[in-house]
């Protein structure tokens, strides 16, 4: 089964065609166009930018993949876009054009929830099969969040923050020091220079049962340091030391909660997914105490850790190749949540799935040609 993804939550306009095999999904080609050089000079996204870019994009970019690929719109079997959480002008593009090519296609459409693509990019980007159960980290510019993953669609939230997020803080901390957007990446080239252990910095939440994040305090910690240190500020050595500090101050933090939720869901995996996990600290760092642990890392490159289409087409051909139903609507929903209780029982999906994924070898999709019934077509 071949499915065509479109990512379009934020600031990133990116397209995927993805294949199921019997194990696994592939990624066939994807391509992802960036707007980060065209949002730099506001310090962060302006939705109206970014909704342009993606109109402007997504028409090239869909032909450029199935071009990439040699293949044409009759290859694909189902058609996927994000559906939310992001910014609502944004998915709308995707969401949108997805449904159009989906009604010209007579394909289904799913709608995918951007922080599922997030919590399976892991899998798909190391062409391993998604085995359940198992512990995600997700650490992105919006979110922060440990999830415990029992089954497709049966999710626990462990933990998540209750301020910013781990790489709103990294922007937010750039933006400070006069460094450019996206901070997170700025403050790694300046704290490789510097000394992590150069000031004490709060870690959030010490208590070892607390799954939570906050890295508001150790925001104000950084500003405070700065306000103080007027004329330390022109010496580039303290610039690095106090970046090398704050990046190990989250480093740790997320490290360490994500060592212990393994711990307390009894599981063996962790998945690590989201922007942050770029950063080469928090990859080295994690991949160091898993080994310890004896915990399975599964970690994505870092091409597959920030936004992109791959993780929306495989979540979606996986489920599909389940039988599972797509628990998203017909609509964008900014504010789609991952944990939003589970329409048809818990228990239901869950067997309904083991004994749909037996059968996803000779499971049969409308083929080019096929008159379909109305539900068939019905946009989910
Ligand atoms: O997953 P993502 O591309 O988009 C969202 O869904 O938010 O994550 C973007 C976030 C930004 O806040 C950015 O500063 C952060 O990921 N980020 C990093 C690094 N690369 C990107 N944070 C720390 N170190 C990095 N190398
Ligand atoms: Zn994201």
Not at 222 to 251: G, H, I, N
Not at 256 to 267: C, G
């Amino acid at each position: 089964m071949r499915v065509l993804g479109i990512e379009t939550s934020c600031d990133e306009t990116a397209v995927a065609l993805v294949e199921t095999n019997p194990w696994s999904t592939d990624i066939l080609a994807q391509v992802v166009s960036s707007q980060i050089e065209l949002h730099r000079p506001y310090g962060g996204v302006v939705p109206e930018m970014a909704t342009r870019e993606h109109l402007r994009n997504l028409p090239l970019l869909v032909p450029q993949v199935l071009k990439d690929i040699n293949l044409g719109l009759d290859a694909i079997d189902a058609i996927a876009a994000t559906e939310g959480p992001g910014l609502a002008s944004s998915l709308l593009i995707g969401h949108s054009y997805a449904r159009a090519l989906a009604v010209a296609l007579s394909k289904p459409m799913v709608g995918v929830n951007h922080l599922e693509g997030h919590l399976y990019s892991p899998f798909f980007a190391n062409r391993r099969a998604v085995e359940f159960p198992f512990v995600g980290l997700i650490a992105s510019g919006g979110h922060t969040l440990l999830v415990h993953a029992l089954g497709w669609d049966r999710y626990i939230k462990l933990g998540s923050t209750v301020d910013d997020a781990a790489g709103e803080a990294f922007d937010k901390v750039a933006k400070l020091l006069g460094l450019p957007y996206p901070g997170g990446p700025e403050i790694e080239r300046v704290a490789v220079k510097g000394n992590p252990e150069a000031f004490g910095l709060p870690r959030s939440f010490p208590e070892r049962d607390n799954l939570n994040f906050s890295f508001s305090g150790l925001k104000t910690a950084v500003r405070f340091f700065y306000e103080k240190s007027a004329p330390m500020r022109t010496d580039p050595v303290w610039t690095y030391d106090l970046c090398a500090s704050f990046q190990k101050a989250v480093v740790d933090v997320l490290v360490r909660k994500s060592i212990q939720a393994v711990s307390q869901a009894r599981v063996e995996q962790l998945a690590v997914s989201g922007g942050v996990l770029c950063n080469k600290m928090l990859r080295d760092e994690l991949e160091f105490a898993c080994y310890e642990a004896g915990i399975d890392l599964i970690v994505a490159e870092p091409a597959f850790c920030t936004d992109n289409a791959g993780m929306i087409a495989g979540t979606a051909a996986e489920k599909l190749a389940a039988g599972i139903q797509p628990r998203c609507g017909n609509d964008i929903n900014p504010n789609l949540d991952l944990f939003a209780p589970e329409p048809h029982g818990d228990m239901a999906r869950g067997l309904s799935a083991a004994i749909k994924l037996k059968d996803r070898q000779t499971k049969q999709l409308p083929q080019k040609g096929d008159v379909l019934a109305p539900d068939e077509i019905e946009v989910w």
